[in-house]
């Protein structure tokens, strides 16, 4: 009797230690596939479809580590295998991690308007001129999308406002390159009231376009700004926390 229960728990462990093998592996191969993903787009080994295909397999591969982790962790329970359990639990926290960032961009599309072109200014917004040929040969348009671009902003972003500063335009020009150089964006042109950059995104790479206009007003200086996408639909409401973040980051600058 001793024996025969004795073999019994050996195959249980055995069956759980496979289990327990296998989602290990389904996480580590969803960690390949979607960190993978951007960096293969970036450095154009594969074409921004594949890289989402990438993407969505590695989802697939994060579910499937987590149903197998919770099969190991019941049935470790149920055999009283605490170890195989650790492990359960473990590959769900990880995967939970590895999804959270996903998740919440999705929840964030679904959020925001399908619009990727915003700006302070939208009935004179500034106007690129040394990114034209650039943004030209990209998918997105180089000229404002127009007024129901406009309508879907002003519902979605109430806070993307022009900056009004009581400073002379010479000082904001200067503090607005500063602030440029310092968010990393590589710099295209530099004139007497505007300077135009080009931001890029960490992962994939992808290249948003930034105008910087400063006008001149009785005793202040007002400072448009327009960030676009050069790819993409919908920006994830990207472009317009890009302008928030960075004319907050100059009224500090200049204050």
């Avoid at 921004?48 to 580590?65: K, Q």
């Avoid at 106007?127 to 040929?133: H, N, P, V």
Wanted: glycine fraction near 6%.
């Amino acid at each position: 009797m001793a024996k025969r229960l004795n073999s019994t728990q050996s195959k249980g462990g055995s069956w759980l230690a496979v289990l327990a093998w296998l989602c290990a592996l389904a996480l580590l191969g969803a960690m390949l596939l979607m960190g993978a993903a951007g960096p293969a787009y970036r450095w154009e080994f594969i074409e921004l479809s594949s890289a989402f295909n990438l993407l969505r397999t590695g989802v697939y591969a994060a579910t499937a580590a987590v149903v197998l982790s919770v099969l190991l962790l019941l049935a470790s329970m149920i055999q009283r295998r605490w170890g195989t359990g650790l492990v359960a639990i473990v590959v769900m926290l990880a995967t939970v991690a590895l999804l959270y960032s996903p998740w919440q961009q999705w929840q964030r599309a679904q959020q925001v308007p399908a619009i990727h072109d915003i700006t302070t200014d939208m009935q004179t917004p500034p106007t690129f001129e040394a990114l034209r040929g650039a943004r030209e040969a990209a998918p997105n348009a180089v000229d404002y999308p127009g007024e129901a671009t406009a309508r879907q902003q002003q519902a979605a972003y109430p806070n993307v406002q022009p900056l009004t500063v009581a400073v002379p335009i010479e000082t904001v020009l200067s503090a607005a390159q500063a602030e440029v150089e310092a968010s990393g964006w590589r710099i295209s042109a530099i004139t007497e009231n505007t300077i135009e950059a080009t931001a890029t995104t960490l992962w994939f790479g992808f290249e948003d376009d930034v105008v910087i206009r400063l006008t001149e007003q009785p005793n202040s200086v007002r400072v448009d700004m327009r960030s676009a996408s050069r790819l993409g639909a919908s920006d994830i409401g990207t472009n317009a926390l890009r302008i928030e973040t960075f004319l907050n980051a100059l009224r500090e600058r200049l204050e």
